[in-house]
């Protein structure tokens, strides 16, 4: 499972607003959870998150499940 650019790009956009966010998991279905490093849940302000980069990279990923961690981008 590759971390691609467009996964990396909306863990750090996610982060602006919610810096403790340091993963991303996507179910079999491609949807998607992020979370923090003892994946508690999240309640995004969807007026701050840009879903489009979110969309962007769950459109990148070519397998799921999967999930990557903000630390492990390289």
Sequence with gaps: MKFTKEVYEALVHVRQ???EIIQV???????????T????????D???IN???LENAQRSVT???A????WQYK
Excluded at 37 to 44: L, N, T, Y
Excluded at 67 to 70: G, K, Q, R, S
């Design 17 to 19: 607003f919610y810096p």
């Design 25 to 35: 998991v996507y179910n079999s279905n491609g949807l998607w959870n992020y979370a």
């Design 37 to 44: 490093e003892f994946f508690d849940k999240q309640i995004f």
């Design 46 to 48: 969807m007026q701050k």
């Design 51 to 53: 879903i489009e980069i």
């Design 63 to 65: 397998q799921f499940p």
């Design 67 to 70: 999930v990557f961690d903000f």
